[in-house]
């Protein structure tokens, strides 16, 4: 490969014909990079209004994607106003917050059901959600 140059990598997915390009965050002729800025309140650290001037700085500066990481407070009441604010696309990871859920019905993670996480995917979509990731290992 040429000095300065990107390799691309086909799509392996059948149906769709966007390739990706490398993951180095300077500028390459013809690429964009996406970034992403990860926000959220945990049980030890519960404060809205600097999550959302997280959110505030994010926008600014330029970022494509927030995702919502909270899992400490009111979890619901704080996605809504990061997605009440933002004129972007948010996203969540929605097994943290089931997990949550489980552990406040003092019930072991090991017992939490498949319903448990999809009643928080529905919830959130119903929300305006448009991403969520899931974590598999």
Known sequence: MAPGK???RPNCHPGQSKSSGGSSRRHREGLRIKVNTNLG????????????KKLAVSIQAGTDTVMDLST?????????????RSPIPVGTVPIYEAA??????KQALVN???????EVIERQAEEGLIS??????
Not at 100 to 105: G, N, Q
Not at 112 to 118: T, V
């Open 100 to 105: 949550i859920e489980t552990v406040r019905k």
């Open 112 to 118: 939490m059901k498949a319903e448990d996480i999809l």
């Open 41 to 52: 309140s945990s049980s030890d650290h519960i404060d809205v209004e600097e999550e959302l």
């Open 72 to 84: 400490g407070g009111d979890i619901d009441a704080i996605r809504r106003e990061i997605l009440r």
């Open 132 to 137: 969520s990731r899931s974590i598999a290992g």
């Open 6 to 8: 990107d390799g691309v």
